[in-house]
């Protein structure tokens, strides 16, 4: 009877298994990783193109920025569509991974927001401040409240600034700057004075954008941070991809933003 259990505990691990795998390996399926909002909508949106092509698209949502990557790498997605290039840089520096973007699609409003204060000229000495705690959108949050007047940064700032380049002549201290998980700024909005937020955290927490009291430069978010469409190496041509990539910069796809977001997300292609 043991080995009987035993023999058919592991015939059904087999079967499991293999369901992942041919899952995995359908090339009729495009398996995505991507945040809530606006990422998981807007790939929804084109679900029904792909599927026209003969594709079942797939949607993993994350609420993290290091899962979709690994998962990319590891195979068990083909693609994600989360991030920008400057984050998928440093992932790649830091983990060791091959991860490269096949197109840029969007880039979100990336802002400075306050229960509190409606203007930066407004912001006093001792306000305190919550950023994201990842390398690049740290450095993108601290080059934003640069451009407010509220810090001062070592040689100007750059992609890589952290606190510790914040200057002792800036307006607010570097001692008043709280590093966090970008899913957890819209809830510290609470606790601090001011907050700056990723577009899509404060999309899918319903953020009141008319709180934002300094959002960044249209120009700058286009070139910087555009949000692409990211596989591992070696899979850029894969005809899923290159299917998903076409459906993805579609005109289809620049009426459907720009009429669900008003603005606060913006088609790069």
Same mark, same amino acid.
């Given at each position: 009877?043991?080995?009987?259990?035993?023999?058919?505990?592991?015939?059904?691990?087999?079967?499991?298994?293999?369901?992942?795998?041919?899952?995995?390996?359908?090339?009729?399926?495009?398996?995505?990783?991507?945040?809530?909002?606006?990422?998981?909508?807007?790939? &929804?949106?084109?679900?029904?193109?792909?599927?026209?092509?003969?594709?079942?698209?797939?949607?993993?949502?994350?609420?993290?920025?290091?899962?979709?990557?690994?998962?990319?790498?590891?195979?068990?997605?083909?693609?994600?569509?989360?991030?920008?290039?400057?984050?998928?840089?440093?992932?790649?520096?830091?983990?060791?991974?091959?991860?490269?973007?096949?197109?840029?699609?969007?880039?979100?409003?990336?802002?400075?927001?306050?229960?509190?204060?409606?203007?930066?000229?407004?912001?006093?000495?001792?306000?305190?401040?919550?950023?994201?705690?990842?390398?690049?959108?740290? /450095?993108?949050?601290?080059?934003?409240?640069?451009? &407010?007047?509220?810090?001062?940064?070592?040689?100007?700032?750059?992609?890589?600034?952290?606190? @510790?380049?914040?200057?002792?002549?800036?307006?607010?201290?570097?001692?008043?700057?709280?590093?966090?998980?970008?899913?957890?700024?819209?809830?510290?909005?609470?606790?601090?004075?001011?907050?700056?937020?990723?577009?899509?955290?404060?999309?899918?927490?319903?953020?009141?954008?008319?709180? /934002?009291?300094?959002?960044?430069?249209?120009?700058?978010?286009?070139?910087?941070?555009?949000?692409?469409?990211?596989?591992?190496?070696?899979? @850029?041509?894969?005809?899923?991809?290159? /299917?998903?990539?076409?459906?993805?910069?579609?005109?289809?796809?620049?009426?459907?933003?720009?009429?669900?977001?008003?603005?606060?997300?913006?088609?790069?292609?």
């Amino acid at each position: 009877m043991k080995r009987l259990l035993k023999f058919i505990a592991l015939s059904f691990a087999a079967v499991l298994l293999f369901g992942f795998t041919a899952c995995k390996d359908d090339p009729n399926t495009i398996r995505v990783g991507a945040s809530a909002v606006p990422h998981a909508e807007i790939l &929804a949106a084109v679900e029904d193109d792909l599927k026209e092509q003969g594709y079942t698209l797939k949607i993993d949502i994350y609420s993290d920025y290091v899962l979709p990557n690994t998962a990319v790498q590891s195979g068990e997605l083909l693609a994600n569509f989360f991030q920008h290039q400057p984050y998928l840089t440093q992932f790649n520096k830091d983990n060791g991974t091959d991860l490269v973007s096949v197109g840029s699609i969007h880039y979100e409003a990336f802002a400075i927001y306050s229960e509190t204060v409606t203007d930066v000229a407004n912001v006093s000495a001792d306000a305190t401040v919550a950023i994201p705690n990842d390398g690049s959108n740290r /450095a993108r949050a601290l080059l934003l409240l640069q451009d &407010a007047g509220l810090v001062e940064l070592k040689d100007g700032g750059s992609v890589s600034s952290t606190k @510790e380049d914040v200057l002792p002549s800036s307006k607010l201290s570097k001692d008043n700057i709280r590093e966090m998980e970008a899913a957890l700024l819209p809830e510290a909005m609470k606790e601090v004075t001011l907050a700056v937020i990723n577009g899509n955290y404060a999309l899918t927490n319903q953020v009141d954008t008319s709180k /934002a009291i300094l959002i960044e430069e249209a120009s700058v978010a286009a070139a910087e941070y555009a949000n692409v469409l990211c596989v591992k190496r070696g899979n @850029e041509e894969d005809p899923r991809v290159v /299917a998903l990539l076409e459906a993805l910069t579609s005109r289809k796809v620049k009426d459907f933003i720009e009429q669900k977001y008003n603005g606060f997300v913006v088609a790069v292609f």
